[in-house]
Structure formats: structure tokens, C-alpha cells
């Protein structure tokens, strides 16, 4: 009888992301990356900054955002899962705690349609998988809730 | 003999950010916030995504670059420190470990330009301590070491 060993699936140890500060003129500053559009960046108004920018709490939540659904939507080609249309909305918890204050909590809120009802047990399970994998909420102290809502198309 | 009780400085416990995502198509979408630029959004090109997009590693490492900024102004104006040009570069290091990737470091690198030989002692602490209180340093389960450069302007 032989044995037949499936070969270890070889993946790359590590990657690395690369960003850049400047043009700092009171609580306003350009965030840059190679090739990519500049994005003028502020402290929120209730520290002392101007409305309308983007600012480190917003990325802070957005990087847990985005990663849930690019990772949604990459285990989904994989199970081969179709659907319709993929929002979300999500809201991060600021608090101060003895000393300073730190996220305590984001609440993801994907609203994604499908195109039968045998797919919705197939998109829970995708969905609870990209919450299990996500790279940047893999990386926060806070916790990540994800509260989906799936629609027939 | 009076004693004055100096009063307890009043801070909110909370803030909440709000961030959406829509428009997805492959592994791209936007990035929107109310009044804010909308951000076309995209998985790095290491996982299947166009080159030239903020990812949202990048998000992840745009927070800790421009909250260190923006806590370092915060305090400089406190402390009275005059400074000339803040700048920073910034490094995220992402690891596979046996269930999935996750950030393992996160390098920050700001080039603080000062007036007065007199200043560095100063700005050295203001630093350090933005570094202490950064909020979103404080909400992320990697390492953050930052690696700052002062001048003489």
C-alpha cells in the first residue's frame, strides 16, 4: 500500500506596505503610496481638526471594512458563489479609557444580494469564514462584529 | 486651612466613525465617508488586485502613520514646541502564521525638523509620548516602533 502525501501548499511568509506622511500645516497633512492618489488627511473635528477629510480613525475602520469584503470576495470565487451586489456600512467605537483612548469596538454591516435561495446558507458560511480570516481584523485589539444582511436579487 | 480640589477635566467617552463601502466589482470597490473624497479601493496586487489602488493594508498602516502625526502635533502645541516640517515614512510587515496573515509590525519613521539645538531634548518626549497615546497604536495587536530622524532646520 502506498501512501500518497499532498505536497505542503507553499505561501509566501510575508508582505510589506508601504506609506508616507507630509506637507504636515497645522492638523492636516497628504497621506501618499507609490502610484497611488494622494489623500488629504486631518485629525475629526472633536480633536481639533477640519471636517471633510479623511482622517486616521475613518482608515482604522475602513482597513477592517474593505479587508471583509475583498476577503468575502475572494473566498467566494473560491466556493464559487455568485452573487449580486456587495455594500456595506460600518461604524467604529472610540473610547478613553484610565489613560488614553483605543477602538473598542467595529460593527461591519454588509448588505449583499443573491440569486436563489439555495445560496444563502452557502453565503453565511463564506461570510463567517472572511470574518474568521481577515487580515486586518486579525490584527486589532478591538472586537469585530459583523451583522449581514442577505437579500434575495 | 482651605484645600481646592482642582476639578475633575471632563472628557467625552466616546466617539463614534462611520465608513461605507459600495461599488464593488472584482476585487475593487469605494471607500466613501459622509463629505469625504471618495476612495477607489482594491486588494493589493499580491492577492489578486490592480496595482495603483489603496488597499486596505494600506489603511491599516496609513492609521498608526497619520494618528502618530496628528497626537505629535496635538502635543507639540501643548508643550509650547515649535517644529518646521514633519514628515514620515511608513512600513507594515504582514506574516502568514498557521490559520491566516496577520500584521506583526508596523514601522513609523518621521523626520521632525526643529529651529534650536535646545528643542530635541523636548521634541524627543513629545514624540515619545504621542507615541504612548496614539489611539490607533493603541488599538492594534502589532508591534509599533517608530524610528524618528530630528534636524537642525
Keep these: 500500500m502506498t501512501t500518497t502525501l499532498t505536497p505542503p501548499r507553499i505561501r509566501p511568509k510575508s508582505f510589506t506596505y508601504r506609506t508616507n506622511v507630509g506637507e504636515v500645516k497645522g492638523r492636516t497633512g497628504t497621506l501618499t503610496g507609490e502610484g497611488k492618489p494622494p489623500i488629504w488627511v486631518s485629525s475629526p473635528p472633536e480633536f481639533k481638526g477640519e471636517t ?58 454588509p448588505v449583499i444580494t443573491l440569486f436563489d435561495q439555495e445560496s444563502f446558507a452557502t453565503a453565511r458560511e463564506v461570510l463567517a469564514k472572511a470574518h474568521d480570516t481577515c487580515l486586518v481584523a486579525n490584527s486589532v485589539k478591538c472586537d469585530v462584529i459583523v451583522e449581514p444582511l442577505f437579500r434575495l436579487e
Design 52 to 109: 471633510g477629510h479623511w482622517t486616521p480613525e475613518d482608515f482604522f475602520v475602513a482597513s477592517i471594512e474593505v479587508c471583509l469584503m475583498l476577503t468575502f470576495v475572494g473566498l467566494a470565487e473560491k466556493r464559487g458563489l455568485s452573487f449580486g451586489t456587495y455594500e456595506s456600512s460600518s461604524e467604529g467605537l472610540l473610547e478613553w479609557d484610565q489613560i488614553s483612548y483605543h477602538f473598542t469596538r467595529v460593527i461591519v454591516a
